[in-house]
């Protein structure tokens, strides 16, 4: 598994269709406020 996904993030790192998986995953992923977030790791 680890080996799978470091061979996808660079395929993606080195290609030219990076930057358009960015904009894609940035509107697709929900947003995470940054006060929450570091609430959440300070209880965990």
């Known amino acids: 598994i680890i ?3 470091s061979w996808f ?3 993606l790192f080195f ?3 990076f930057v358009p998986f960015v904009i ?3 509107g ?3 947003r995470v406020r940054y006060d929450y977030f570091i609430n ?5």
């Open 3 to 5: 080996f799978i996904m």
């Open 40 to 44: 959440f790791m300070w209880k965990y």
């Open 24 to 26: 894609w995953a940035r």
């Open 15 to 17: 290609n030219y269709m």
């Open 9 to 11: 993030t660079s395929v």
């Open 28 to 30: 697709t992923l929900p």
